[in-house]
């Protein structure tokens, strides 16, 4: 049983953004994006960190560090 908090990302559609410095634009309408490192998804609303050159979104900080230090090795 799922409240209103509950997320059922399986149900909803997966958006595909272009990422600038500051903000992103939306190409394909959806809920949410998978992080880059561990695949989970994220909510726009709960989006804040990507990478403008990967074009890469990421779930947290610790996440964003991993994808860095995984394309500058």
Request: aromatic letters at 10%; proline letters at 4%.
């Amino acid at each position: 049983m799922m409240n209103r908090i509950d997320r059922n990302f399986e149900a909803r559609q997966e958006a595909q953004l272009l990422y600038h410095d500051n903000d992103y634009e939306v190409k394909t309408p959806g809920d949410f994006v998978r992080c880059a490192v561990t695949g989970a998804p994220i909510a726009l609303e709960q989006l804040r960190y990507w990478n403008v050159e990967r074009q890469e979104p990421y779930s947290s900080a610790e996440a964003s560090l991993k994808g860095h230090l995984a394309a500058n090795s």
